[in-house]
C-alpha cells in the first residue's frame, strides 16, 4: 500500500520524456526544436539509470523512428488523397518530404522514449524509486 503513495502515471511519463525506472529523471538535456540539436543525457538525474544499456544500444530506436516515419507517410498520403483528390506525384513529395523534416526531431526523441519504455526486456517502472531523495 505504501509503493502507491509514489506510483506515477505512464503516459505522463512518456510524453515528457522522462526516465523509464523512476519516471522522474529527464532523458534528454533540451527541449525538442532547438539550434543546438538534442543531447540525450547519459543517466537519469534522479535514479542513476544509465539510458545506452550497452553500446549501440540505440542503433535500435532507428528501426523504430523508421516505423514512425513510413506510419506519418501513409497518413500524409492518405489525408493528401482524401482532402485534395490530386494525382500529382509533385504535391505528394512536397508535403510528404516537408512533413518528414519537420517531424524528424519528434521522430527521434520519441524512437528512444519508446525504446526504453516498452521494447527494452528487464527494464520496469519501480514506484519506490519515484521517491524524492533525502535531503
Not at 516515419?69 to 500524409?76: P, S
Not at 517531424?103 to 528512444?112: A, E, G, I
Not at 519506490?128 to 531523495?133: I, L, P, V, Y
Request: aromatic share 14%.
Amino acid at each position: 500500500m505504501e509503493n502507491n503513495k509514489y506510483k506515477l502515471a505512464a503516459w505522463p511519463a512518456i510524453v515528457h520524456a522522462k526516465c523509464p525506472r523512476c519516471r522522474r529523471g529527464d532523458m534528454f538535456a533540451n527541449s525538442m526544436y532547438g539550434f543546438k540539436g538534442q543531447k540525450m543525457n547519459i543517466s537519469c538525474s534522479h535514479c542513476g539509470l544509465v539510458y545506452e544499456r550497452e553500446p549501440g544500444y540505440f542503433y535500435v530506436a532507428m528501426f523504430v523512428s523508421y516505423a514512425l516515419n513510413v506510419a506519418e507517410m501513409v497518413t500524409l498520403a492518405v489525408a493528401i488523397s482524401v482532402l485534395t483528390g490530386s494525382r500529382n506525384p509533385w504535391l505528394y513529395v512536397t508535403v510528404i518530404l516537408s512533413f518528414a523534416f519537420i517531424l524528424s526531431p519528434f521522430n527521434f526523441r520519441y524512437s528512444r522514449v519508446v525504446l526504453l519504455h516498452w521494447l527494452t526486456p528487464g527494464l520496469h517502472y519501480h514506484p519506490e524509486m519515484s521517491q524524492d531523495k533525502p535531503q
